[in-house]
């Protein structure tokens, strides 16, 4: 069973940076793909990124492509989703999740997720 705590969300202006953490309780957590999906108020759980086992490859959602950056510490059984340029439209629940594909891109491709953490842009 794998038990994922998000944290790091806040409140940011537009341009400004976050950086979410988020620790999982499981054994062989470097079995895993991880990755950060989120869903903002009256809209669809959108894919935001993804990373594989060994931290080597990663996947991105065309809108965060290049403003995000996944990253893992396998030692510590933790993901992290560096979040800079921040916009208005990236307000949202984030959720971090586990897959057993080797890389996941779509939502449907995790298998749970935490409680997720609430991060808000102002303009």
């Known amino acids: 069973q794998v038990h994922l705590v998000e944290s790091g969300g806040g409140l940011v202006q537009a341009g400004g940076s976050l950086r979410l953490t988020c620790a999982a309780s499981?054994?062989?957590?470097?079995?895993?793909?991880m990755g950060w999906f989120r869903q903002a108020p009256g809209k669809e759980r959108e894919f935001v990124a993804a990373?594989?086992?060994?931290?080597?490859?990663?996947h991105y959602s065309d809108s965060v492509k290049g403003r995000f950056s996944i990253s893992r510490d396998n030692a510590k059984s933790t993901v992290y989703l560096q979040m800079n340029s921040l916009r208005p439209e990236d307000t949202a629940v984030y959720f971090c999740?586990?897959?057993?594909?080797?890389?996941?891109?779509?939502?449907?491709?995790?298998?749970?997720w935490g409680q997720g953490t609430q991060v808000t842009v102002s303009s």
């Open positions: 999740a586990w897959s057993s594909r080797a890389i996941p891109t779509v939502v449907p491709d995790f298998a749970s």
């Open positions: 499981v054994r062989s957590f470097i079995t895993y793909a």
């Open positions: 990373i594989a086992r060994t931290g080597v490859i990663t």
